[in-house]
């Protein structure tokens, strides 16, 4: 579904993704962990075409997505506000978004009865641009209207980042519905081990911008991941004494 090949972006002569070989199949959930800096969100940046890398390649269905826009068409994303339009209102938004997409009024309608939960009555008919929504809100109708077009791949960089802990568990039963009820594809960073955990069935530890572990997530995972970032703390610990 997605391959990367010798993928390396270089800022200021630092490497800060450095992925020489990863493959992701399809209908596969996929987190995306690491400390600040790691590199998740220049790895989302540049599966999504949004900067240019310094070598390799991304492969989306034999895509590569520097390429051709085909790519497009079944990727759904949601990385920042700076995907929303923030002098529309949400509705708005969501229909020009469905419109892109072929998606008529009526059914984005019917979609976003689906998410009415998820809303928490703070986004739909409140008449207010999305400039003026909350953070955590902005994100609710960034992550929803990734999932209008009914996309093969998602990519969401910390969607529970924001979010109060109600709507990051109504989060997780969407995310694991779309893991069973489909064939979807999904990668999610997140510094959140226990819902990343808890929804994807595998991780990628990114560490100075290289996968330093691809694990299958199994009952250990957690307590795995917290013994990592516990001795990196350690470690940080160590240099502050030092300097
Ligand atoms: N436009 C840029 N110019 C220079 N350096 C950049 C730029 N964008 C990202 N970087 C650097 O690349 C590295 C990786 O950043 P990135 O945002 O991908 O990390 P991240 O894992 O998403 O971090 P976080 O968890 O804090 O969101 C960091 O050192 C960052 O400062």
């Keep these: 579904m997605i391959e990367i090949r010798d993928l390396k972006k270089v800022y200021n002569g630092v490497t800060v993704v450095d992925v020489p070989s990863l493959s992701i199949s399809a209908g596969e959930s996929v987190g995306l962990v690491g400390n600040n800096g790691a590199g998740k ?10 900067i240019r890398k310094d070598s ?3 492969i989306s269905k ?15 994303s949601y990385l920042d506000e700076g995907f929303l339009i923030d002098y529309l209102t949400p509705e708005e938004y969501f229909y020009y978004i469905g419109s892109l997409y072929q998606v008529s009024r009526s059914d984005v309608d019917l979609k976003l009865d689906m998410y009415r939960e998820f809303f928490n009555d703070e986004i739909l008919s409140k008449k207010k641009y999305i400039r003026d929504l909350s953070k955590g809100n902005q994100s609710k109708v960034g992550v929803i209207a990734c999932l209008l077009q009914q996309p093969e791949i998602i990519l969401l960089d910390e969607p529970f980042a924001n979010i109060d802990p109600s709507t990051q568990i ?26 990343v955990t808890d929804v994807c ?12 572990k691809d ?14 970032f516990s001795v990196q703390q350690v470690e940080s610990f160590k240099s502050i004494d030092r300097s």
């Design 41 to 50: 969100t220049t790895l989302f940046r540049i599966i999504l075409d949004l």
């Design 56 to 58: 390799g390649e991304v």
């Design 62 to 76: 034999g895509y590569n997505v520097s390429e051709t826009d085909n790519w497009k068409d079944y990727t759904g």
């Design 170 to 195: 109504r989060l997780k039963n969407i995310l694991k519905q779309i893991e069973r009820g489909s064939n979807c594809t999904t990668i999610v960073s997140s510094h959140d081990l226990n819902h």
């Design 201 to 212: 069935q595998r991780i990628l530890l990114m560490e100075k911008g290289k996968i330093i």
């Design 215 to 228: 694990i299958r997530t199994d009952s250990n995972t957690l307590t795995e991941l917290e013994s990592y």
